[in-house]
Nanobody, 119 residues
Framework: QVQLVESGGGLVQAGGSLRLSCAAS????????MAWFRQAPGTEREFVTA????????SYADSVKGRFTISRDKAQNTVYLRMTTLKPEDTAVYYC????????????WGQGTQVTVSS
């Protein structure tokens, strides 16, 4: 049973920083990639960033490039999201997800953690 548990969300002022964590358990054979998505009220869930588990290659949505950094700790099966220069439009529930193979989508999701950026 794969479980993803996010933490680190909270309330921050615009221009501030937060670091989210996502601890994965039950990944017996590792994973292909892990990612962060977010969903603001009244909007669809959107991709934020992803990291390939084997080689650390990353990708980012244009809206967060240069401000957010994804990283992984393979020994701890944990992925992090460092968010800097936060803007009110970054306010959303942030979800961690894992993709087991290149042929599948994101198979498992965490419960989400709220990030609120005040202006």
């Amino acid at each position: 049973q794969v479980q993803l548990v996010e933490s680190g969300g909270g309330l921050v002022q615009a221009g501030g920083s937060l670091r989210l964590s996502c601890a994965a358990s039950g990944l017996t054979f590792g994973s292909y990639a892990m990612a962060w998505f977010r969903q603001a009220p009244g909007t669809e869930r959107e991709f934020v960033t992803a990291v390939m588990w084997s080689n650390g290659l990353t990708s980012y949505a244009d809206s967060v490039k240069g401000r957010f950094t994804i990283s992984r700790d393979k020994a701890q099966n944990t992925v992090y999201l460092r968010m800097t220069t936060l803007k009110p439009e970054d306010t959303a529930v942030y979800y961690c997800a894992v993709r087991m193979t290149p042929a599948t989508g994101y198979d498992y999701w965490g419960q989400g953690t709220q990030v609120t950026v005040s202006s």
